[in-house]
């Protein structure tokens, strides 16, 4: 039973081994890390809240940007056995049922991660340690607006709340830029002087021959002109151990796609892969919603382009952000994955085309477990029967093209579903007035997009059966 990292037997297996350090030991705090460089914050997972890097962490070392005294600390929990809150997400999965495996054990048994485990453990808190897995955002330049996104990623959200100011609540206000401003989190223009970069490009040099995956990510990357300088560095001094990728929207102007392609074409020989990560989860209307500034067939168009056009160590990978608005066409989601699956498998049950499965934490108005109860099982049976029709077993069928990884995320994603939120009526208030808003400022309508859930806009709506 293949799967993206081997067995899930396998994968449990070595997370017994983890287990054995600590009960909540992660490699990911120490060799995972998430930089952004355009306001200085960092983390190490993509799951924990990001947290600022001071001028201290960086005064007399650029590796400051990863090894924060922040991380520090919470790695000193992580050796302790202590489920340390920043880390929530994978302990909401593992309390809620012990046979489920977080992404605690998913990342801590990669091949950036695990053959890593004694080195890690030796480094102690890792004061100096050098990341395997460094993913950077150099500037917050991007031409969309998703739903769940915030100014902080986004210089479109940023001239949007910068027009029309901040989606105010009762008792607070989501996206104001004098908040970002004041607590040090409000982008640095591209164009003004940046430390943290300073410190990223004296660093690399000597970084990047010991990266396993180097990952860019932004705003939208394909924007950003240290984006482009990067490729050129990688053009010119190979790194065949090194696993290249971009987090990018695919919906760029064409030139932009078409450039990254040459580009690929020119460094592949040089590395051990390429990889684009792009975000969907969902089609059609409803992705276009969720996704403002998404055209989206224009987006499947130049998904298709970038798989025919570059070679086959390449791979496109959807992460998912999967929120209320994504549910009705979820599973039209995971179909087209399916079509894509089957143009482009490299072997049997090998696919250029992958997945990450993940339910959205933030804003908490846009959960999954704010739908209605029959909503929930309705759209839950959908996703379950077709785990089950697809999902890759010891009989080699052609049509079987769901890891047994993606089965597992598919059914906990149900699973979370299905649950209820104590004293959670306030959510729906939140959710329907922030909708609102955001109709009111893009002309757009929840409503119309999403009939099938307009039972949330009714103001005395509060989760029980529609």
Known sequence: MTSKNGSLNTIKEKGKVINDVSKSYCLAKWLQSTILLYNGETHSCHHPSRHKIT??????????????VIKIHARQDLINGVQTKECDYCWNIENLNNDWVSDRIYKSTTSWAYPHLKDVVASGLGEQIDPTYMEVAFENTCNFKCIYCSPESSSRWQEEVTTHGPIKFDTWALHDVDWLKKNGRLPIHRDDPNPYIDAFWKWWPD??????????????????????AVLEYVKNNPNPELTLAINTNMNVPIRLIEKLITYIKEIAPNIKGFDIYTSLESTGEHAEYSRSGMVYDEFIQNCYSFLDNTPKNTRLHFMTTVNLTSVPTFLGFMEMIQTMREKYAIDKHDFRVR???????????????LLAPDTKEKYAKEWLDF?????????????????????DQIKRLADYMLTSVPDHEFQYDEFRTYVTEVDGRRNTSFAKTFPE??????????GKTQ
């Open 55 to 68: 001028m201290d962490d960086i005064k007399d070392n650029p590796k400051g940007i990863h090894n924060t």
């Open 207 to 228: 970084l990047y021959p010991k990266l396993h995956t180097f990952r860019i990510t932004g705003g939208e990357p394909l924007l950003s002109k240290h984006t482009w």
């Open 355 to 369: 997945t990450m499965i993940s339910y959205l934490r933030w804003p908490k108005f846009l959960s999954i477990n």
């Open 387 to 407: 785990v089950k029709d697809f999902v890759i077993t010891d009989e080699v069928e052609n049509y079987q093209v769901i890891y047994n990884e993606e089965a």
């Open 453 to 462: 859930l307009a039972y949330l806009l009714n103001k005395n709506y509060y």
